[in-house]
C-alpha cells in the first residue's frame, strides 16, 4: 500500500542558531572573561623576574588576547541584528586588539628574548 512522503520536521533557520552562539550575553562574558586574563597575563609578566613564570604570564596574556579578538571578529561579522556601524566598529577594534596588542608586543618581546 502507498504510504505518504514522511514530513520532515521544520527546522529553525541557521541564522536564529548563530545568533544564539554570539548574544549579548556570551559576547559580554567573552569580553570580560578575556579583559581579564590579559590583565592577570599582564600582571603575572610585570611582576615576576623568573623567565619561566613570565612565559606563564605570556601565555594567559595571549590567550585573553585570542579570546577578545575572537570575540569581537566574530560578534562583528555574524550579528546582522546589529546597528552597522557598531558592527565596523566591533570588527575594526578586534583587528587592532589583534595587531596593536597580540602581534606586535609579543614579536618585539620574542626579539629581546631569544
Known sequence: ???????????????????????????????????????????????????????????????GVLILSGALLLGGLLRQDMDKTLRWGMMLSGVVVLVAIGFWADFWWLLNHP
Open 1 to 63: 500500500m502507498y504510504q505518504p512522503a514522511y514530513q520532515q520536521p521544520v527546522h529553525r533557520p541557521m541564522s536564529d542558531v548563530i545568533r544564539g552562539l554570539v548574544s549579548d550575553t556570551v559576547l559580554v562574558l567573552a569580553v570580560g572573561l578575556a579583559l581579564l586574563l590579559t590583565w592577570i597575563g599582564a600582571l603575572i609578566w610585570g611582576f615576576s623576574g623568573d623567565p619561566d613564570v613570565q612565559d606563564i604570564g605570556m601565555l594567559f596574556r595571549s590567550f
